[in-house]
């Protein structure tokens, strides 16, 4: 296989449900799963096993019935944690161990009253821990982003050495710069002896709305797994959105970076997770919101209408969604609602438009958007009038 691909590591059933109002039961946890699957995900993350014995119901019941991706629990570097994580995998065609500790100096003292060499051990032997349940073992240094870089390649160095195929760098709090992050990620690369052992993961927070830049530039500087969710869901902010850096990747094919998904399925599942989550898509989201594909300035109506191109990226159909709408407000102008009129079946001439439109801007004015219905009224009028 080659280098250059991007694993999909998505966590919407783990850190995606973590958003309040968003807890889902098995058997809904088990539909997204297999649309994940269907989508191409790599590696889905079912859930926090020792979290709830829901949780762990969830995990196991996913684990045997997904048959192409990776499944994987998530635990903290505890033994116990570990432990139900593995028994909770037993099922799985492939299974995956997510373990790990906090390595910021902030994280080390506030939140485990300890020190970097402590931390340094427990590490290493939660590692050593779920390496007896797989041989598939991802480590979190969790506040990677605040993380020291020295401090940070000693532990990575470290948990590869005990067994980790799959080193995660989240940037927990979302605090990184682009540029800082893919820094972060190349001075592992280069100051990491044992780093072709292991595969180096993004986990990008949104706190300040970087985290799929972030992502991506982790990337380009040689992590080969991102880890996101289903439309941004997560932990405060949310996540990197898996399908913007699929479309980050197809659009950017100079990078050189691909991935599995199958794109014309971001949209049907946006609007499944969205459904089943009970959490509206924002309409101006990138990708997957209602307003992707859709043009209300005149100017932009009419550059659409000549040559898409010159307002749209990508094709409505390549992500799953819909065709392309032309919006009328008062901001349009006389071609779009031309093209809006031959659409309903009315061919007007360029004299009819320009009657038309005059009236068209009054009602405008009146409405935030001039519907079908409010157009073929207008027509009909007019064309007994102009009878």
């Given amino acids: 296989m080659s280098d250059q691909k991007i694993f999909i590591f998505d966590t919407t059933l783990r850190d995606g449900e973590q958003v309040p109002g968003c807890k889902l039961n098995t058997k809904e946890k088990i539909e997204v799963a297999l649309a994940l699957e269907a989508l191409g995900v790599d590696i889905i993350e079912a859930g926090f096993p020792i979290s709830s014995p829901g949780d762990f119901e969830s995990v196991s019941e996913i684990s045997k019935v997904i048959k192409n991706a990776t499944v994987c629990g998530l635990s903290r570097a505890v033994q116990k944690d570990i432990e139900v994580a593995g028994e909770a995998l037993r099922h799985a065609k492939r299974g995956r161990i997510h373990t790990g500790i906090g390595t910021s100096d902030s994280h080390i003292r506030s939140k485990f009253n300890s020190n970097r060499e402590e931390i340094l051990v427990r590490a290493v032997q939660a590692v050593k821990w779920a390496r007896n349940f797989t041989d598939d073992v991802e480590f979190y240094a969790e506040d990677a982003g605040r993380t020291e870089n020295e401090y940070l390649a000693r532990v990575v160095e470290a948990v590869i050495g005990a067994g980790a195929t799959t080193v995660n760098i989240p940037d927990t709090t979302g605090y990184c710069l682009p540029t800082q992050y893919g820094e972060k990620i190349a001075f592992l690369r280069n100051n990491v002896q044992n780093i072709d052992k292991a595969i180096l993961s993004c986990h990008c927070h949104n706190d300040l709305g970087l985290a799929t830049a972030n992502s991506i530039a982790g990337a380009i500087n040689g992590a080969r797994q991102i880890e996101c969710t289903i439309n941004g869901l997560g932990e405060r902010a949310g996540n990197t959105a898996l399908e913007e850096v699929v479309m980050v990747f197809k659009q950017h094919s100079h990078l050189g970076l691909y991935t599995s998904i199958d794109a014309t399925q971001l949209n049907p599942i946006s609007r499944l997770v969205s459904d089943i989550m009970r959490m509206p898509v924002q309409p101006n989201k990138a990708i997957v919101g209602a307003n992707a594909f859709?043009?209300?300035?005149?100017?932009?109506?009419?550059?659409?209408?000549?040559?898409?191109?010159?307002?749209?990226?990508?094709?409505?159909?390549?992500?799953?969604?819909?065709?392309?709408?032309?919006?009328?407000?008062?901001?349009?102008?006389?071609?779009?609602?031309?093209?809006?009129?031959?659409?309903?079946?009315?061919?007007?001439?360029?004299?009819?438009?320009?009657?038309?439109?005059?009236?068209?801007?009054?009602?405008?004015?009146?409405?935030?958007?001039?519907?079908?219905?409010?157009?073929?009224?207008?027509?009909?009028?007019?064309?007994?009038?102009?009878?």
């Fill in 294 to 387: 859709s043009h209300s300035s005149g100017i932009h109506q009419d550059g659409f209408l000549k040559d898409s191109q010159t307002y749209e990226i990508m094709r409505p159909e390549e992500v799953g969604a819909e065709t392309s709408k032309i919006v009328l407000t008062a901001r349009s102008g006389r071609s779009a609602l031309a093209y809006r009129f031959k659409n309903l079946g009315y061919e007007f001439n360029r004299n009819d438009i320009d009657f038309l439109y005059e009236q068209f801007l009054q009602l405008a004015d009146s409405l935030k958007e001039v519907h079908d219905s409010d157009l073929k009224e207008m027509a009909e009028r007019y064309l007994l009038v102009r009878a």
